[in-house]
T-cell receptor, first 112, second 112 residues
Framework: SQQGEEDPQALSIQEGENATMNCSYK?????LQWYRQNSGRGLVHLIL?????REKHSGRLRVTLDTSKKSSSLLITASRAADTASYFC????????????FGTGTSLTVIP | DGGITQSPKYLFRKEGQNVTLSCEQN?????MYWYRQDPGQGLRLIYY???????QKGDIAEGYSVSREKKESFPLTVTSAQKNPTAFYLC???????????FGSGTRLTVV
């Protein structure tokens, strides 16, 4: 399976701290995406990084991609209680067309 | 506002029944997807469709069926052959490959 794996499975931090979560995957990819899911809701697309990119920013989010290590990280700076959610990475592959494979997610709790 | 609408939000199925989950989008997206999410697990792809009147099986298609008669609609039928249907079902669409998925808010199916 090409499914990515997020690490850690759960993370609890104080408001204002930074949160870092990681994603590892198994085969070569074209694109990697990060999504947020609030409890019982659908996923919201956060950011997409292509295989030829190493870093991308969007507001308080910073995503890095290391294709040599087959890993990506998502950094949320100055976290807020509203950032409490599960975060998933999703990867496609050279031979999977438009299919993206999702990891099992990191559950982030930001304590006010 | 453009988006994806899934209905119903909650659905209860008796043993041996077929049920159909609705997914409608007004984003003019070509591709649509159905995912299943179980507690503590990532999303698993059931079916996807990249164009009207065409669809492909995902990783866990057994016990499910779909149709794509209109660009806007991609209903999922959970048949009696699906032995463990209790899960959270998510529909998604995408227009351009590099801009991520748009997800609906999900349908929670419970077998009673």
């Amino acid at each position: 399976s090409q499914q990515g794996e997020e690490d850690p499975q759960a993370l609890s931090i104080q408001e204002g701290e930074n949160a870092t979560m990681n994603c590892s995957y198994k085969t070569s990819i074209n694109n990697l995406q990060w999504y947020r899911q609030n409890s019982g809701r659908g996923l919201v697309h956060l950011i997409l990084i292509r295989s030829n990119e190493r870093e991308k920013h969007s507001g308080r989010l910073r995503v890095t991609l290391d294709t040599s290590k087959k890993s990506s990280s998502l950094l949320i700076t100055a976290s807020r209680a509203a950032d409490t959610a599960s975060y998933f990475c999703a990867t496609d592959g050279h031979f999977t067309g438009n299919q993206f494979y999702f990891g099992t997610g990191t559950s982030l709790t930001v304590i006010p | 506002d453009g988006g994806i609408t899934q209905s119903p939000k909650y659905l209860f199925r008796k043993e041996g029944q077929n049920v159909t989950l609705s997914c409608e989008q007004n984003l003019n997206h070509d591709a649509m997807y159905w995912y299943r999410q179980d507690p503590g697990q990532g999303l698993r792809l059931i079916y996807y469709s990249q164009i009207v009147n065409d669809f492909q099986k995902g990783d866990i298609a057994e016990g499910y069926s779909v149709s794509r008669e209109k660009k806007e609609s991609f209903p999922l039928t959970v048949t009696s052959a699906q032995k463990n249907p209790t899960a959270f079902y998510l529909c998604a669409s995408s227009g351009e490959r590099f801009y991520g998925y748009t997800f609906g808010s999900g349908t929670r199916l419970t077998v009673v």
